[in-house]
């Protein structure tokens, strides 16, 4: 039993990972309600156990060695990925949407003749909105598939070392990928509760001011950029 929980510790301290955070964090500054920002942590926590497991099966199942150098350029490929998150995520709150509106108005006329009729006019105004104004509900379903594949990226990319200490510690395959799987249920729960709290500050009537939510997701988006520069200078360079 207390294997079992250091085991689910291990896979929550690893889910607070700084370039997991700042994913994630990123991914959440599109949700106006936890319980999406809440999906997004599973999501992720998903992807990432699935990578993870899967590489454990090819190194310990079918003793697949896979060279220190693979990972290190998906490690490199997780740094191309924040930056990417960043400024798509600077990108779309920048971006002016045309919105228009029209409103109708009727009103009626008599002739001479006693004849009368109804005119029906029609005025329509445009203007624009940054577009994180307009929430749609089926791009929000499509965002879940985002957080798992970024998930998915993350597990590539740290399942390397995960997967040769279970080699060096457990006695048999079984053990090892049994290992894993606590292990990344562990970081699913991690950051289940981490997108959670990220996602507070995004939701309607905690913060009043839209310009400092603004101000909160330009700050995530440039530090994520910043960190993910960093992750590819370290494994490239």
């Not at 939701?203 to 992750?231: D, M, P, R």
Request: proline share 2%; hydrophobic share 45%; net charge positive.
């Amino acid at each position: 039993m207390i294997g079992f929980l250091i085991t689910i510790y291990a896979g929550l301290e690893h889910a607070f990972e700084a370039d997991h955070l700042l994913a994630v964090n990123n991914l959440v500054t599109n949700r106006s309600k936890i319980k999406d920002a809440l999906k997004d942590g599973i999501s992720w926590g998903v992807g990432h156990t699935s990578t993870i497991f899967i590489v454990g099966i090819l190194m310990i199942g079918f003793k697949i060695s896979i060279s220190e150098n693979i990972f290190s350029y998906l490690e490199a490929v997780v740094g191309i990925m924040l930056v990417f998150l960043g400024v798509y995520r600077m990108a779309k709150l920048f971006y002016k949407k045309k919105h228009s509106h029209t409103y109708y108005h009727s009103h009626q006329h008599t002739h001479s003749n006693g004849v009368t009729h109804t005119h029906m006019h029609a005025h329509t105004y445009t203007h624009s909105h940054p577009i994180d104004i307009f929430p749609h509900n089926h791009s929000e379903t499509a965002n879940y598939k985002t957080a798992f594949w970024v998930g998915l990226v993350h597990g590539l990319a740290g399942s390397g070392s995960l997967v040769i200490l279970v080699i060096s510690q457990m006695k048999t395959p079984l053990e090892g990928l049994v290992y894993i799987l606590i292990f990344g249920i562990g970081s699913i729960l991690g950051m289940f509760a981490a997108a959670g709290l990220f996602s507070i500050p995004f939701t309607k009537n905690v913060l009043g001011s839209k310009k400092l939510q603004y101000s909160l997701i330009v700050i995530s988006s440039v530090i994520c950029i910043l960190f993910g520069f960093k992750i590819i200078y370290s494994n490239l360079f």
